[in-house]
């Protein structure tokens, strides 16, 4: 609760990442951050997701099937263009600029796989703060 004795809500995140994996990772900090997640194993399933739940910020892989990164972001930007979205890849590694296409397409920010929990935690604040 707050100062003024009304409770405040928890950032809430919704992480779209195929890799099972990295995307309960990914939940596990930002909940023991004290920020709620939802998940979605693709882009597709992520909008809907956004259809009935409150959201504050995404994040989301690039590569992933049925719904990819790109074009989860491009949907983004039309159905909530005010959601700040985090880009995530390991795109790098096979030397692809998916982040910086990402951004380019409207992404706020990127990190690159493997990035450490005190990244991906710093970015989702810094996000908050704006």
Do not use: H, W
Not at 3 to 26: F, K, Q, S
Not at 55 to 75: C, F, K, N, Q, S
């Amino acid at each position: 609760m707050s100062a003024a004795g009304v409770e405040t809500a928890r950032t809430r995140i919704l992480v779209i990442e195929d890799d099972e994996l990295v995307r309960n990772y990914i939940c596990d900090c930002l909940e023991l951050a004290d920020m709620d997640c939802l998940s979605a194993a693709n882009g597709r399933d992520g909008l809907a997701i956004l259809q009935t739940e409150r959201v504050d910020i995404v994040v989301t892989d690039i590569l992933m099937p049925e719904m990819e990164g790109m074009e989860t972001i491009r949907e983004l930007r039309k159905q909530r263009p005010q959601i700040a979205i985090v880009v995530i890849s390991g795109g790098a590694q096979q030397g692809l600029d998916v982040l910086g296409m990402a951004t380019r397409l409207g992404a706020d920010r990127s990190l690159a796989k493997p990035f450490k929990r005190e990244e991906l935690i710093a970015t989702i604040r810094e996000l908050t703060a704006r």
